[in-house]
């Protein structure tokens, strides 16, 4: 069954699903043989494994299917029921954990653009993670040579590569073309996708003309308003390895909704 | 993450017992989250990390025992106990790790 489990798992992650995995990690009356227990829930399909009882079995569903949406891993909290003592060995009222951890597919970091920047930035989003797909209309810029770390390396136009190219919640985009006019192409391919990020370089005076090039085609500024533009957290980056780590930095950022501050800056508000 | 599952189903496969530990819960501010993974075989090797060292000897430790006695078990390693200690200045925080021997049987 545990290795039914694992080949499942494994499953998921080379098709890209998303699934949750419960397993039980306390009980409040110590019992070895329900520790370890697993239930796999998968979208779409028939759950694998089991608890113990039909009725936590369900609960911890409901459980696992909230986990998804946040992808958090938590602790499920959960207190038997009478008609479950012979099922789990239980007294009524002992409290059971669950431990539910999500599988979902990894983070797509999609590179616009395949200049100085573009090169580090590919490097830092391998170490962090990420798949890391460049695109760039210049084959001599968007090469393997160029780019050895890349899952994929793509030389073609901006906006028809975009067209065709499946962007998920799980995808983030930086837009660092060569020049605002592919920058602006390429924004307009992805403004209204599910992108979990999409940032634009550019100094504040090109980034407002690309949003008010957009807001005349009648982009709805909330989509305008999504888009993180200048692109990067404030680090004083000069280089374009500084200005890379700026980028990735404030992805990694949004992906856990930190503050981006030093932390030494909270402690020094305490004083 | 999958690489851990693959090696748990290659080594299982093989009729292996190993002990794969994962964090569930960490308080404070510990190296590794929950859900991170680190897998012990049955000669005392690893493959991958839930802490860079912290508290990694005593989850080895209870691992090792998991193996043996077919037990599975929930691990609370406390970093920030003896601040004297190198690993305990670096980690801190607490985090629970459910130790677990996966067998075929």
């Not at chain 1, 924004?187 to 690309?210: D, K, Q, T, W």
């Amino acid at each position: 069954m545990m290795l039914d489990i694992i080949q499942n798992i494994i499953e998921v992650i080379d098709n890209k699903e998303t699934a949750a995995l419960a397993t039980i990690v306390n009980s409040s009356v110590s019992s070895p043989t329900i520790l370890g227990r697993k239930l796999l829930v998968r979208v779409g399909r028939d759950p694998i494994g089991s608890l113990g009882s039909e009725h936590l079995n369900r609960s911890v569903i409901d459980g696992c299917l909230a986990t998804m949406r946040s992808g958090k891993p938590t602790i499920l909290e959960y207190e038997t029921l009478d008609e479950e003592a012979p099922l789990l060995g239980l007294p009524q009222g002992t409290r059971v954990d669950v431990f539910v951890e999500v599988f979902r597919p990894v983070r797509t970091l999609v590179i616009l653009g395949a200049g100085h920047i573009a090169q580090p930035l590919c490097k830092m989003g391998k170490i962090l993670g990420f798949e890391v797909v460049v695109i760039d209309d210049r084959a001599e810029f968007a090469n393997v040579e160029r780019f050895p770390e890349a899952d994929r390396v793509i030389a073609a136009d901006f906006a028809e590569t975009l067209r065709s190219f499946p962007v998920i919640p799980n995808t983030y985009i930086v837009l660092i073309t060569r020049g605002h006019r592919h920058d602006e192409v390429s924004l307009r391919e992805v403004i209204a996708s599910p992108a979990a990020y999409i940032g634009m370089i550019g100094s504040r005076r090109r980034v407002a003309a690309v949003f008010h090039n957009l807001s005349e085609e009648g982009v709805p500024a909330e989509l305008i308003e999504k888009v993180y533009a200048p692109i990067g957290l404030d680090i004083g980056a000069e280089s374009p390895e500084e200005i890379a780590l700026s980028i990735i930095a404030e992805v990694v950022r949004v992906i856990h909704k930190g503050t981006g501050q030093s932390l030494s800056l909270a402690r020094k508000a305490q004083l | 993450m999958k690489e851990i599952f693959e090696e748990i189903a290659a080594h299982v496969g093989q009729g292996e017992t190993v002990a794969l530990a994962t964090v569930t819960r960490s308080l404070g501010s510990t190296p590794r989250k929950p859900g991170a993974k680190m897998l012990i075989f049955p000669d005392g090797k690893i493959s991958g990390s839930i802490g860079g060292g912290c508290g990694e000897a005593e989850v080895w430790a209870e691992a090792m025992e998991a193996i043996k006695t077919k037990q599975p078990r929930l691990v609370t390693v406390d970093l920030t106990q003896d601040i004297t200690s190198d690993s305990a200045m670096i980690c801190g925080g607490i985090m629970e790790v459910f130790v677990e021997p996966i067998g075929l049987a």
